[in-house]
């Protein structure tokens, strides 16, 4: 099971694959394969854990935004489910600040919404891109694992 975390000085984001459907033949209308995951997220005193779908493609996008993030030390990192019931944004700075800020919802039917803010510095981020890195020579890019670079 791959996972990946972003960890900040007051809590994390923690997401597992528990499943990947299609690999490594049939991929995702929204690229790359469909993953049925379980997510955490833990901001100073707010805590949920529930389930995410989210394709091994919008992580890859993911990957690909932060890495470039990482490199710079400036920009915007963005993860969005195709359900559209995760928003997470990662901000750098000029200073090396990095801020995670997002929203959840896991069943839209019953409103309940955490909206969260991770605050850390860019030596937090290595670790996540490391992960994300090893989820992406896995399952591959958008058309996952057969033409990937």
């Known amino acids: 099971m791959e996972k990946f975390e972003i960890i900040g000085e007051n809590g994390f984001v923690r997401i597992n694959l528990t499943k990947v459907y299609g690999f490594p033949n049939t991929t995702s209308a929204f690229g790359g394969y469909d993953t049925e995951s379980e997510i955490e997220i833990k901001s100073s005193n707010y805590y949920l854990k529930g389930v995410l779908w989210v394709t091994t493609g919008n992580i890859f996008n993911f990957f690909q935004e932060l890495e470039k993030c990482q490199k710079n030390l400036n920009g915007i990192a963005r993860l969005e489910s195709y359900e559209n019931n995760l928003q997470l944004t990662i901000k750098y700075d000029e200073t090396g600040h990095v801020v995670t ?10 409103k309940n919404i955490l909206d ?7 030596t937090f981020m290595d670790s996540t891109v ?4 090893n989820i992406y ?3 591959g890019d958008n058309k996952g694992i057969k033409t990937s670079r």
């Open 101 to 110: 800020n997002g929203k959840f919802v896991e069943n839209y039917m019953l």
């Open 116 to 122: 969260f803010e991770i605050k850390g510095d860019q």
């Open 130 to 133: 490391n992960e994300l890195e």
């Open 137 to 139: 020579k896995k399952y």
